[in-house]
């Protein structure tokens, strides 16, 4: 079974400044991970995804993450904050990359960014 | 192109009445389906997914139902809505790819 654990639901940023959204991950098998951003009222869009390659994965709008084994860890993160990046981000694990196995969602962070 | 359509967008319902909000594929054939709530700082929870035509599994016992009558359309269902069936319904398929998500339903029930 797999489970992710997103530590703070909510998050608040000066825009320029870094963001640092953790993930924590519990798997009996290798884990995939992903992470997810919603904009309010629509779907979730993919920024990123983990599949056993390289440990440092990069995304679309500047966001990058780092799989670390030996702390079960997935966080997100952005050198600079820009406004658009204001949103929920879900963290989640699956234990396949082929789509065909389900997603395990984390709670959601909420990413404020301060003019 | 691989798309997902998912309607209605919003939904105000009384309690009692039913439910029905469907998903349609386009794009791609066989794909998994499923069908997840998110409510209110609870995240996302898997209420059933689909491989086949047919062939529905429940992750919660629940108050909702789900079928899939063709390769690409997946159908959610109450027969009589209670309260907590409120949140944001999102439909979401995949096929060797990853997952692809509708742009949601929000239910509001009344």
């Known amino acids: 079974a797999q489970s992710v654990t997103q530590l703070g639901s909510h998050v608040s940023v000066s825009e320029g400044a870094l963001v640092l959204l953790r993930c924590n991950y519990s798997?009996?098998?290798?884990?995939?991970l992903f992470w997810y951003v919603q904009y309010p009222n629509q779907g979730l869009q993919l920024l990123l995804k983990y599949t056993s390659a390289a440990t440092l994965v990069k995304g679309i709008n500047g966001f990058e993450a780092e799989f670390k084994k030996s702390e079960t860890s997935f966080h997100l993160t952005k050198p600079s904050a820009h406004m658009s990046d204001a949103a929920e981000y879900f963290c989640?694990?699956?234990?396949?990359?082929?789509?065909?196995?389900?997603?395990?969602f984390g709670t959601g962070t909420r990413l404020t960014i301060i003019p | 192109s691989q798309t997902i359509h998912q309607w209605p967008a919003t939904l105000v319902q009384p309690v009692g009445s039913p439910l029905s909000l469907e998903c349609t594929v386009e794009?791609?054939?066989?794909?998994?389906l499923y069908w997840y709530r998110q409510a209110a700082g609870r995240g996302l929870q898997l209420l059933f997914y689909?491989?086949?035509?047919?062939?529905i599994s429940s992750e919660v016992p629940q108050n909702l139902s789900a079928s899939r009558p063709q390769d690409r359309q997946f159908i959610l269902s109450s027969k009589k809505l209670l309260l907590s069936d409120s949140g944001f319904y999102l439909c979401?398929?995949?096929?060797?790819?990853?997952?692809?998500f509708g742009s949601g339903t929000r239910l509001t029930v009344v």
């Open positions: 798997s009996s098998v290798p884990p995939y």
């Open positions: 689909s491989v086949g035509i047919g062939q």
């Open positions: 979401a398929w995949s096929a060797g790819g990853g997952y692809t």
């Open positions: 989640a694990v699956s234990a396949s990359n082929f789509g065909n196995e389900k997603l395990t």
């Open positions: 794009g791609t054939s066989n794909p998994n």
